[in-house]
């Protein structure tokens, strides 16, 4: 295979409440306890009970990443015709996710987003497992799909959008560099 192709062999994702008391709490926090994507931990997603490991749940995991352009129209002069440039802001980004539903579960990924409908929720996307790439962010929990067609897999579709620019590592468990959302790259040790 071509070192420039990439699969997901063992992708992990977690989500976790977003806790606003706790200690030394700041809203520019990307994961549980203010940590980093250079020293978080799959686990710190799942200790205390707040949040859950889904790995095992998700069928496809991607961030992705919309443009947000508007036209700027500068109205025809007796000079010259009307001007319509495009302004471009701020890129929005969406955790995009298939998962197989589980509402016989008592303590599913179906139960955890409905119960945490429209909350902050701090997520962790490795497509690695916990070796990069992967990325760490804040979504807004949606609830999924309960039910569908009889005597097939059900599955759900969620896109989670992002409160902010997530950070994000890229490389691998050699050589990696994380670019986080504020632009700021972290060479990797």
């Known amino acids: 295979m071509p070192s420039n192709i990439f699969n997901i062999e063992a992708g992990v994702m977690a989500l ?3 806790n606003t008391a706790a200690v030394g709490y700041q809203a520019d926090w990307q994961a549980p306890g203010g940590k980093t994507l250079e020293d978080v931990l799959l686990t710190d997603y799942t200790t205390g009970g707040a949040g859950v490991d889904f790995s095992c749940q998700v069928t496809s995991g991607a961030l992705n990443a919309s443009p947000n352009t508007s036209p700027k129209t500068t109205p025809a ?3 010259g015709p009307e001007i319509v440039t495009t302004q471009v802001g701020v890129t929005s980004f969406t955790l995009d996710t298939t998962i197989l539903q589980d509402p016989h579960i008592k303590a599913g990924i ?3 987003l409905f119960e945490h409908d429209t909350e902050k929720a701090y997520f962790y996307l490795g497509l690695n ?3 990069p790439p992967k990325a ?3 979504v ?3 609830a999924g799909a309960f039910g569908g067609d009889a005597r097939t897999d059900l599955t759900a579709t969620l896109s989670l ?3 902010s620019k997530p950070d994000i590592e890229f490389g691998n468990a050699t050589a990696s560099d994380i670019v986080q959302g504020d632009g700021t790259i972290v060479a990797v040790p």
């Open 140 to 142: 807004r929990a949606i």
């Open 136 to 138: 760490i962010g804040v």
């Open 110 to 112: 179906s139960r955890w």
């Open 161 to 163: 959008p992002c409160e």
């Open 16 to 18: 976790t409440e977003v």
């Open 129 to 131: 497992g916990g070796a």
């Open 77 to 79: 002069t007796f000079c």
